[in-house]
């Protein structure tokens, strides 16, 4: 049971609300590229609909049900429920005025965003035409004020919910007035559609104000003579809630699941602020909309994570300057990528350096005569997958294949399932993981046959198999042949396979049987060394910290003198730079154009310093309930490798913020001359390692 300590541990939600902010603080930044800022302005939004469709679901479930509120910091369900949904309006009003300075931004370089009521008599004809032709026969419009039954509204879709009126019947018996609904087809049209322009200038029109210029062609049987349409849209929570029929199997339960997560109970409910009335309160009262949902006024548009893929217009000095992946310089062309492991480990930086080195090394591992067996866990992969492509191929060049494919990725659930039949279908081994943990460790173990002997190559890294994030996430990969952790990766995998073979780990940190217990005794090594006058810190790099024991750990090792220093990018439980409790921990948080994802521990040990890189954040989820492996860094070279990478993040005064109890996401600065952007710094780091490219 985590140790309670009132005032020390901030709320996780609370604090998950913080880091989106800091995500909303990039699309105001003036220095940042003007259509990147627009990105940042979908990935918050983004964000948001996950944490209301996971986070603030579970918190409602814990209100409406009564269990499990002793596990929450910061305040009773209820009072957390209202933080959260004070903190999102005013976040909201944040979102919006950046929106219009956005809009001012672009209209000064040219581009436009028009709406159904400015357009000019050539564009208007085109957005009639392009309606009839591509929009209308994917449109569903539905008069809900007669509907028997209120249709279901699909979560995170966006909807036009509409009000038709007229002043008099033929009659002249008095007004008459209808609702209606239309789902925008977005998955289906594009969100954004660019008209003809006469000019150099840019003009662009959103698929729902399309459909709003058009809706007397949509509604012209019943003679209105006035449309109004307001956009509104429903999240649902996301839980999957797999029942424990025995004659089913697993996938048909988790598919039934996914299915029924569409019409799953609301928890937030955006609607257009400039919406009337009746319309708001009919609808609110046939969705069943309670007091503990999230009921939010917002803007003309939602969905701004369609705003990820705005139209770049070719304006390409308005977008971010791409950094080419670097190669490795261990990594030669036309070398056998087997050969070069044997050499030394090698440690891969992406998106800095190329995911092409991981799908180069199954590439190679499927045709290599002397490769045997091929041992892969999969989480999350891209929907054109190399990766899987790769196995495929092994699996036809006659080699066996074992797969762990994590079927209970969240929203990852359908790809996930579609590929590990794929695969079974070739004849691969598919091993659904182990009831009750998700197994989020990134492994990789090749078994190849060198002069009678069976050896072994793994990956071991902290972020996906997928090369599609691997451009944009910043994660470590290790590739190596040190039997000391190869032949750990093969006991995990012996576990996954056989899961009465836990095995035993003295280098790997592997959850949820050694990795806890292993990290608080290298704290308490630390505490020993700071109190025998040895060198004594520790470095974490961390996309959350939350479990409560953890940090309550980490404020004992301050409090003993040991120096802590934090980069978390998302949700930090413990409040740095308390009196007596925290004086020795410093943390700070990177929002920039990649997304920080690596995890690396790193520990001081009386001068002779730990590294680990892993796939687990210090949750309690990772620690306990997932199968997770951090591992440990032996070569020389790479340790300072990582280290010099850490002590550039530390040095960033210009993406960094302080993370501190009052969540003020205050930029760090320093009294330098020289601005230091971390990831171009880390860029040009690992360049200057390569002769080739520096």
């Known amino acids: 049971m985590p140790r309670k300590e009132e005032g020390k541990i901030i709320n996780r939600e609370i604090s998950w609300l913080s880091f989106n902010e800091r995500v909303l603080q990039e699309a105001a930044d003036p220095s940042v590229p003007l259509l990147e800022r627009l990105k940042f302005m979908g990935i918050f939004s983004n964000n948001l609909d996950e944490f209301f469709r996971v986070r603030f679901a579970s918190v409602k479930r814990v209100v409406k049900y009564k269990v499990g509120g002793e596990f929450l910091q910061g305040g009773s369900p209820k009072q957390i429920l209202n933080q959260i949904k004070a903190i999102s309006l005013r976040q909201r009003t944040q979102f919006q005025k950046i929106y219009e300075q956005i809009l001012y931004d672009l209209e000064k370089e040219g581009i436009y965003i028009l709406n159904e009521s400015n357009l000019d008599k050539d564009q208007a004809l085109y957005v009639q035409q392009y309606f009839l032709e591509v929009v209308q026969p994917n449109l569903t419009p539905l008069l809900i004020d007669v509907m028997p039954e209120f249709p279901t509204l699909n979560d995170h879709h966006i909807y036009l919910a509409v009000k038709c009126s007229t002043k008099k019947n033929k009659n002249g018996s008095g007004k008459k007035t209808r609702y209606a609904l239309i789902d925008v087809p977005t998955d289906v049209c594009p969100r954004f559609v660019v008209l003809p322009s006469p000019d150099d200038?840019?003009?662009?029109?959103?698929?729902?104000?399309?459909?709003?210029?058009?809706?007397?062609?949509?509604?012209?049987?019943?003679?209105?003579?006035?449309?109004?349409?307001?956009?509104?849209?429903?999240?649902?929570?996301?839980?999957?809630?797999?029942?424990?029929?025995?004659?089913?199997?697993?996938?048909?339960?988790?598919?039934?699941?996914?299915?029924?997560?569409?019409?799953?109970?609301?928890?937030?409910?955006?609607?257009?602020?400039?919406?009337?009335?009746?319309?708001?309160?009919?609808?609110?009262?046939?969705?069943?909309?309670?007091?503990?949902?999230?009921?939010?006024?917002?803007?003309?548009?939602?969905?701004?994570?369609?705003?990820?893929?705005?139209?770049?217009?070719?304006?390409?000095?308005?977008?971010?300057?791409?950094?080419?992946?670097?190669?490795?310089?261990?990594?030669?062309?036309?070398?056998?990528?087997?050969?070069?492991?044997?050499?030394?480990?090698?440690?891969?930086?992406?998106?800095?350096?190329?995911?092409?080195?991981?799908?180069?090394?199954?590439?190679?591992?499927?045709?290599?005569?002397?490769?045997?067996?091929?041992?892969?866990?999969?989480?999350?992969?891209?929907?054109?997958?190399?990766?899987?492509?790769?196995?495929?191929?092994?699996?036809?060049?006659?080699?066996?294949?074992?797969?762990?494919?994590?079927?209970?990725?969240?929203?990852?659930?359908?790809?996930?399932?579609?590929?590990?039949?794929?695969?079974?279908?070739?004849?691969?081994?598919?091993?659904?993981?182990?009831?009750?943990?998700?197994?989020?460790?990134?492994?990789?173990?090749?078994?190849?046959?060198?002069?009678?002997?069976?050896?072994?190559?793994?990956?071991?890294?902290?972020?996906?198999?997928?090369?599609?994030?691997?451009?944009?996430?910043?994660?470590?990969?290790?590739?190596?042949?040190?039997?000391?952790?190869?032949?750990e990766v093969a006991r995990v995998f012996g576990f996954l396979e056989n899961h009465l073979k836990v095995g035993t780990y003295r280098h790997l940190l592997v959850s949820p049987f050694t990795m806890r217990r292993k990290l608080v005794t290298l704290i308490n090594q630390e505490m020993k060394n700071a109190q025998a006058g040895k060198p004594a810190e520790i470095i974490l790099k961390l996309n959350g910290l939350v479990d409560e024991n953890m940090a309550l750990k980490l404020y004992d090792a301050s409090k003993a003198g040991v120096k802590v220093r934090l980069i978390i990018r998302g949700i930090c439980a413990l409040i740095p730079g308390m009196k007596g409790i925290s004086e020795n921990i410093e943390a700070i948080s990177i929002i920039d154009k990649y997304l920080e994802h690596s995890r690396v521990y790193a520990f001081a040990n009386g001068g002779d310093w730990k590294y680990y890189i892993s796939s687990a954040d210090w949750m309690t989820r990772n620690l306990d309930y997932r199968v997770e492996v951090a591992c440990p860094i032996y070569d020389a070279n790479l340790k300072k490798e990582i280290r010099d990478m850490l002590e550039i993040q530390f040095s960033d005064n210009t993406k960094a913020r302080i993370i501190n109890g009052e969540r003020q996401n205050k930029y760090k600065r320093d009294k330098s001359q020289v601005k230091i952007r971390a990831q171009e710094e880390l860029y040009n780091y690992l360049k200057a390692l390569n002769p080739k490219e520096a």
């Open 201 to 487: 200038k840019h003009y662009i029109i959103l698929l729902d104000d399309i459909i709003r210029y058009n809706l007397r062609e949509i509604f012209y049987l019943f003679e209105f003579d006035n449309y109004e349409a307001y956009t509104i849209k429903l999240s649902r929570d996301a839980e999957l809630n797999i029942d424990n029929d025995v004659t089913t199997s697993f996938i048909e339960k988790l598919s039934k699941s996914i299915r029924k997560r569409e019409v799953a109970t609301p928890v937030r409910f955006v609607y257009d602020e400039q919406i009337p009335k009746d319309l708001l309160n009919f609808l609110t009262s046939k969705l069943n909309i309670t007091e503990h949902d999230s009921i939010i006024p917002g803007a003309r548009y939602h969905n701004f994570r369609d705003f990820i893929h705005f139209p770049d217009l070719g304006l390409q000095h308005l977008k971010e300057k791409k950094m080419a992946p670097l190669p490795h310089p261990a990594l030669k062309p036309y070398t056998s990528i087997f050969t070069a492991i044997k050499k030394g480990d090698i440690l891969l930086h992406f998106p800095y350096q190329s995911f092409h080195h991981i799908t180069h090394l199954l590439r190679e591992a499927a045709i290599d005569p002397k490769v045997k067996e091929i041992s892969m866990s999969l989480y999350r992969v891209s929907r054109d997958s190399a990766v899987i492509n790769a196995l495929l191929n092994a699996l036809r060049n006659g080699k066996k294949v074992n797969v762990i494919v994590e079927l209970q990725a969240r929203f990852d659930e359908e790809r996930n399932i579609y590929y590990a039949k794929k695969l079974a279908d070739e004849g691969a081994n598919i091993i659904y993981g182990v009831r009750g943990l998700k197994v989020h460790a990134k492994l990789c173990l090749i078994t190849r046959k060198e002069k009678g002997q069976m050896v072994y190559y793994a990956s071991i890294g902290t972020g996906n198999f997928n090369e599609d994030t691997a451009r944009l996430y910043c994660d470590e990969s290790l590739f190596t042949c040190d039997t000391r952790i190869t032949g």
